[in-house]
């Protein structure tokens, strides 16, 4: 299952299960229309509006919330590298912005202001590194452990990030995190999806808006496509789609059963 329009490229695998809103209609008086549920990808019609986000509630996680905190800064304003079995932190921030958030998340005395730009380096303590050594990384690694996190443990890692990197573009209702990593900018969507928030990437990093559906009626839908398509399912339950450059919601997802080779 294939929609598509100026903006996305979204495949689905037909046996799969996706979240909709019925799109809202008033007859004769009446209001129809506006029910969430679960329904086959095969039934997606232009009457349909992708639910895209919700807010995550869940209790257990890999991190706690300090924890998932100090990740969001190290991974945004600061610097890691693997030195003799272990690994070494700072976070570089400005007294003008978060430093004292900063120095209480790290934990370690920080260095002189930089001379030009005032900018203070905070080493972070050995000690509250090592609960995060397995995740630590700008890639996969990172993106799985935000999947695996709690409700409050990704709230605080998301402000953390945010902190860091977000804005408020003047003028528009969304707001922006400027972060050019690829793995960094998925984590942080990831993070935002289950906060229950909508988002698109640039060049440059992400757009959030509170958004939460995709309306279908400016798709072409094509029923023919079945392949393409990325479902990691996490140890929680929690189904998230990465389709191109859309990040969404998944509800069951139909297994894949490998064709026998012809002989």
Same mark, same amino acid.
């Given at each position: !299952?294939?929609?598509?329009?100026?903006?996305?490229?979204?495949?689905?695998? +037909?046996?799969?299960?996706? *979240?909709?809103?019925?799109? %809202?209609?008033?007859?004769?008086?009446?209001? #129809?229309?506006?029910? *969430?549920?679960?329904?086959?990808?095969?039934?997606?019609?232009?009457?349909?509006?992708?639910?895209?986000?919700?807010? +995550?509630?869940?209790?257990?996680?890999?991190?706690?919330?300090?924890?998932?905190?100090?990740?969001?800064?190290?991974?945004?304003?600061?610097?890691?590298?693997?030195?003799?079995?272990?690994?070494?932190?700072?976070?570089?921030?400005?007294?003008?912005?978060?430093?004292?958030?900063? *120095?209480?998340?790290?934990?370690?005395?920080?260095?002189?202001?930089?001379?030009? =730009?005032?900018?203070?380096?905070?080493?972070?303590?050995?000690?509250? *590194?090592?609960?995060?050594?397995?995740? +630590?990384?700008?890639?996969?690694?990172?993106?799985? @452990?935000?999947?695996?996190?709690?409700?409050?443990?990704?709230?605080?890692? #998301?402000?953390?990030?945010?902190?860091?990197?977000?804005?408020?573009?003047?003028?528009?209702?969304?707001?922006?995190?400027?972060?050019?990593?690829?793995?960094?900018?998925?984590?942080?969507?990831?993070?935002?999806?289950?906060?229950? #928030?909508? %988002?698109?990437?640039?060049?440059?990093? @992400? #757009?959030?808006?509170?958004?939460?559906?995709?309306?279908?009626?400016? @798709?072409?839908?094509?029923?023919?496509?079945?392949?393409?398509?990325?479902?990691?399912? =996490?140890?929680?339950?929690?189904?998230?789609?990465?389709?191109?450059?859309?990040?969404? +919601? !998944?509800?069951?997802?139909?297994?894949?059963?490998?064709?026998?080779?012809? =002989?």
């Amino acid at each position: !299952m294939r929609l598509s329009n100026s903006r996305h490229d979204l495949v689905f695998g +037909l046996g799969s299960e996706v *979240i909709v809103r019925r799109n %809202t209609s008033t007859v004769r008086g009446r209001k #129809y229309g506006g029910e *969430i549920l679960p329904i086959a990808a095969s039934e997606l019609n232009t009457n349909h509006s992708l639910l895209v986000a919700a807010p +995550l509630r869940e209790t257990r996680s890999v991190l706690t919330p300090d924890q998932a905190a100090l990740l969001g800064w190290i991974v945004t304003d600061g610097y890691f590298r693997r030195r003799g079995g272990g690994v070494e932190a700072v976070i570089y921030q400005s007294p003008k912005k978060y430093l004292d958030t900063v *120095i209480a998340v790290a934990g370690g005395k920080p260095r002189a202001p930089h001379p030009d =730009t005032g900018v203070v380096c905070v080493p972070v303590l050995r000690e509250r *590194i090592k609960p995060l050594e397995p995740w +630590l990384s700008k890639e996969e690694e990172l993106v799985g @452990c935000v999947a695996r996190l709690s409700t409050r443990a990704s709230e605080s890692m #998301y402000d953390a990030m945010y902190l860091a990197d977000g804005s408020v573009a003047p003028g528009r209702k969304g707001d922006y995190l400027a972060v050019k990593h690829p793995g960094v900018r998925s984590a942080f969507r990831v993070l935002a999806l289950f906060r229950g #928030y909508r %988002t698109s990437e640039s060049s440059r990093g @992400c #757009y959030v808006s509170q958004r939460r559906t995709l309306k279908l009626a400016s @798709c072409d839908i094509d029923a023919a496509v079945t392949d393409g398509l990325w479902q990691p399912v =996490t140890e929680m339950g929690t189904c998230v789609v990465r389709c191109g450059q859309f990040i969404t +919601l !998944m509800g069951a997802v139909a297994p894949v059963r490998p064709t026998k080779a012809s =002989t």
